[in-house]
C-alpha cells in the first residue's frame, strides 16, 4: 500500500511539473508577436509601428525590446494576468472573425486602447529606478512629474504613465491611425483636431 502511496506522488508530482512547465511555455508563446498578429492581422499596421519603434521594438539598436504582452497586460499578479489574457484573447479572436477593419474608428480607439490596454505595472517592471530618482533627486523636471504621480497615487487625481508617455511603444502611431482612418477633413478645424489627436 504503502508503494502504491509513493508512486501516486511521484507521478503526481512529475505530472505537475510537466503541466507547469507547457503550460508557462504556452503562456510566454501567447504574448510574442507572432501569435498575437495571428488575431491583430488586421491591424498590422499598428503591430508594424511596434516593429519600427527603436526604443521598446524591435529596431532597438541594443536589441532590448518590451512584447506585446509585457506592455498590454497587467504584471500585479498572476491572477490578474491570467484573467485580462483570456478576456482580451477571447474579445480579439470574436473581433477577428466577426468585424469589419474599415468600419473601425481607428483615433477614436486610441484613447480606450491607452486607458484600458495599458497597465502602469508593466511600466514599472522594468521603469521602477524612475520613481527612485524621483524620490532621491527631486531636480530635474522629469523627476518632479514622476513625483506627482506618486503623490496623487490612490487618489482621484491619479495618473497613468501614458497620461504623459502617450506615443510610447509604437513609431508614428498617430499617423499611421490617421492613414487607417482614411477620411478627408470637410473644414480646417476638422483637420486641426485630427491632427492634435494623432500627436
Known amino acids: 500500500m504503502k508503494k502504491k502511496i509513493f508512486y501516486i506522488v511521484v507521478v503526481s508530482v512529475f505530472a505537475t511539473l510537466i503541466a507547469t512547465s507547457l503550460g508557462y511555455k504556452a503562456v510566454v508563446a501567447s504574448g510574442e508577436y507572432p501569435f498575437c498578429g495571428s488575431c491583430h492581422a ?6 508594424e509601428t511596434n516593429i ?4 521598446h521594438g524591435a529596431s532597438n539598436p541594443k536589441g532590448v525590446q518590451a512584447t506585446c504582452a509585457e ?3 497587467p504584471h500585479d499578479s498572476l491572477h490578474n494576468y491570467l484573467f485580462t489574457k483570456a478576456k482580451n484573447g477571447i474579445a480579439e479572436g470574436w473581433t477577428t472573425l466577426t468585424g469589419d477593419p474599415s468600419t473601425k474608428d481607428w483615433l477614436g480607439n486610441r484613447e480606450h ?3 484600458n490596454h495599458t497597465f502602469d505595472s508593466s511600466c ?9 530618482e524621483a524620490n532621491a533627486l527631486k531636480t530635474s523636471g522629469i523627476s518632479k512629474m514622476h ?3 506618486l503623490e496623487f497615487k490612490g487618489t482621484d487625481e491619479a495618473m497613468k504613465c501614458t497620461d504623459c508617455h502617450k506615443h510610447v ?4 502611431l498617430g499617423g499611421t491611425l490617421y492613414e487607417l482612418k482614411n477620411k478627408e477633413a470637410a ?4 483637420w486641426e483636431a485630427w491632427r492634435t489627436q494623432t500627436r
Open 52 to 55: 519600427a519603434d527603436t526604443i
Open 187 to 190: 473644414s480646417w478645424e476638422e
Open 113 to 115: 486602447t491607452r486607458a
Open 147 to 149: 513625483q506627482k504621480y
Open 42 to 47: 488586421w491591424d498590422g499596421a499598428i503591430a
Open 71 to 73: 506592455c498590454h497586460l
Open 169 to 172: 511603444g509604437h513609431k508614428n
Open 124 to 132: 514599472m517592471r522594468c521603469h521602477e529606478n524612475a520613481f527612485i
